[in-house]
C-alpha cells in the first residue's frame, strides 16, 4: 500500500529499474536494505540456476524442424527483465536468419582458432583419427573463391604436422544454441610440387558467447543439455530461475505501491480512530 512516508521518488521508474535488476529500484529509492535483500536473494536464486544449468535454459521458444514452440516456463523466467529482455532480443535474431542458404557460418571472414578436430583420410590404411588437436588457420577470402584458404597445424602422436586446408564450408546457421559449430574442409599437403588431396575434416568450434546465449534451442540440443548436466539437474536448475523470476515480480511491486502492511500503524477500515487516552490505556 502506498504511504507517503516512504520514499518511494518516481514510481514508475523505480519498478523498471526493479523489473530490470532486482533491488536496483529499492536502490534507486534510497530503500539501501531492502535493495541488498532483493539483490542477494533473487540474484542469487537466478545465477545459481544458471549455473546448474552451465548458463542454459533460459530462451523464448524451442525448435523442431521448421517449427518452433513456445517454453512457457520463460513467463516466470522473465520477471528479470535484464536476461529476459536478452532472450527476446536473441529470439528475433535467431529468427531472422536465412535458414534457405547455404555456407551461412561467414567462414570466409577468416578464422584463427584452437580446436579439436576429427581427420578422415583417403587412404583406408590411415582410417579415421578422432579427437585431434590443433590450430586452424583461414585467411579472408571473397566468397565462393576456389583456392587454398589457410593450414591447419595438428599435433599428431606428439608430432606437428601441417596441412593445407581447401574449400572450408558450414551449413549450419551463425546463430544457435548450440556451443559449437562444425566446419567441414578438405585436407591437402604438397607432394613432389603438386597439391594433394589426403583426406576431409571436420572440426567444432566454439561460439561466441552473443551468438549462443539464450538462442532458441533445438530438441537435439535440449537433450545435450539434459545428457550433459543431468536430467534432474537440469530441471532444477530451471526451476530455480523460475522461482527467482517470480519473487522479482513481487519486488516490483513493492517498489511501485510501497510495503504490503506500509509502518503498521494505520486504522483498519470501518474502525473507529482510538483516542490518545484509550491507546495509552492499552
Not at 530490470?20 to 534510497?30: A, D, E, N, R, T
Not at 536465412?98 to 587412404?123: K, R
Not at 595438428?154 to 593445407?164: P, V, Y
Not at 516490483?252 to 495509552?280: R, V
Request: with cysteine.
Amino acid at each position: 500500500m502506498f504511504d507517503p512516508r516512504i520514499p518511494q521518488k518516481n514510481r514508475t521508474l523505480a519498478a523498471f529499474l526493479a523489473f530490470l535488476v532486482p533491488g536496483l529500484g529499492h536502490y534507486y529509492q534510497g530503500r539501501v536494505f531492502k535493495a541488498s535483500v532483493y539483490a542477494v536473494c533473487i540474484i542469487g536464486t537466478y545465477t545459481y540456476g544458471m549455473a546448474m544449468a552451465d548458463g542454459n535454459g533460459i530462451y523464448t521458444h524451442q525448435v523442431s524442424g521448421a517449427h518452433s514452440m513456445r517454453n512457457f516456463p520463460f513467463l516466470a523466467q522473465a520477471g528479470v527483465g535484464s536476461v529476459g529482455l536478452m532472450a527476446v532480443i536473441q529470439s528475433q535474431r535467431y529468427f531472422s536468419q536465412d535458414f534457405q542458404g547455404q555456407n551461412i557460418y561467414p567462414v570466409e571472414e577468416g578464422l584463427n582458432q584452437e580446436v579439436i578436430a576429427q581427420l578422415t583420410y583417403n587412404n583406408p590404411d590411415e582410417g579415421v583419427l578422432q579427437d585431434v588437436p590443433g590450430q586452424l588457420i583461414i585467411l579472408p577470402t571473397q566468397r565462393n573463391e576456389q583456392i587454398i584458404q589457410g593450414e591447419f597445424i595438428a599435433s599428431i602422436d606428439g608430432q606437428e604436422t601441417r596441412f593445407l586446408v581447401a574449400h572450408p564450408s558450414c551449413n549450419e546457421p551463425a546463430l544457435s544454441a548450440k556451443e559449437t559449430w562444425t566446419l567441414d574442409c578438405t585436407l591437402q599437403e604438397e607432394l613432389n610440387g603438386q597439391t594433394v588431396s589426403v583426406g576431409r575434416m571436420e572440426a567444432e568450434i566454439p561460439r561466441s558467447f552473443i551468438n549462443e546465449f539464450s538462442m532458441p534451442p533445438e530438441i537435439s540440443t535440449i537433450n545435450h543439455w539434459y545428457n550433459k548436466v543431468g536430467g534432474k539437474r537440469y530441471d532444477l536448475a530451471v526451476t530455480l530461475t523460475m522461482i527467482a523470476g517470480l519473487l522479482n515480480i513481487l519486488a516490483i511491486w513493492d517498489c511501485f505501491d510501497g510495503p504490503a502492511h506500509g509502518y503498521g500503524d494505520e486504522e483498519s477500515e470501518g474502525q473507529p480512530e482510538s483516542k490518545p487516552e484509550e491507546k495509552s490505556a492499552e
